[in-house]
């Protein structure tokens, strides 16, 4: 039997103020790979007194390079060090999994998650938009292959200068624990909620859409007077005004059994965001049964074409219009679909995905 591939993984994101999206799918993906023999995986981060909380806390061991995050971006950038194998010892592939991109002293993979601070710079801080920019360029310089989780940032990558014979695509899995009624019966009751409602989960921030989604809500609220809108996430970067509103409620950052109680729970699940790598939260809606409404042309079409209603976001009527269908006569048939859609997508075959393009970067 082969010696199992040794790979260093990037997991700094996990101690962010807010991880997000990119933490949750590459811890996903760290402990199904965590699972395999055929590869040994161990993380690396900047230096830190304990390892992040509950839902981020890294599934593999995680060992720091002595500087703390700011310095050690901007060393990784600037200067091009300390190696990832400072702290991981020899191994056969580093794997950034962010624009925070290490110096390369062996196979290099990159995961790009999306590219929106270049068409939309706006929604990034000042200092974010140095970090990422000099990020991609290091990315496409040093990077031996690239891993994107969507057509649609396959398409930001080329359009950015990648190579397409640089990129792989390997989308993400889902998976998601079974809610018995009396959880939900337990989350409705804490959180106050006694009628239908639409869910949004992820971080609050300008692409995410959400006045528009407040707005379409308000008018779909005129046709089902008993539907209510929960927010479910912490505040991200950018400033979002949102006006309190009849039937709204802003519950906040939800732990991860509350999450899913909140997504088994749900009339439907709504998410108009104007651009995505990829839309975890879709598929996650998608694999509880949860009708879905989302953004057409976006990467969320790309698993939920056909599963789920696709809408022009920055189109507050038509948003309006399939709430309404999704809450009511649609309904049953949407979660069906949605069900079957998401069991098409696992972590395994993500994970094995992710190996293969290991083993082409290491030459194995």
Known sequence: ??????????????????????????????????????????????????????????PVPVTGLGLPRALLYETWHYLRWPPVQAATGPVDVVHATTLAIPPKRGPLVVTVHDLVFRENPQYVTRRGLRFFRRGLALAKSAADLVMVPSRATWAECVDAGFAEDQLRLVPHGVSVPEIPEAKVRDFLARYGLSRPYVLWCGTVEPRKNLPRLLEAFARARRRIPELELVLAGPAGWGAVHLDPAPGVRMVGFLPAADLHAAYAG???????SLREGFGLPVLEAMAHGVPVVTSAGSAMAEFADGAGLLVDPTDVDALADALVSAAGDRHDELSDAARRRAAQYSWTTAAERTVQVYREAAGR
Request: charged share 20%; proline share 11%.
């Open 1 to 58: 039997m082969a010696a199992p591939l040794r790979v260093a993984l990037t997991l700094e994101q996990c101690w962010h103020r807010v991880p997000g999206g990119t933490a949750s799918s590459i811890l996903a993906l760290a402990a199904e790979l965590s699972r395999r023999d055929d590869v040994e995986v161990r993380g690396v981060a900047a230096r830190h007194s304990a390892l992040p909380p509950q839902p981020w806390t890294p």
């Open 266 to 272: 749900a009339r439907v699940f709504c998410y108009p």
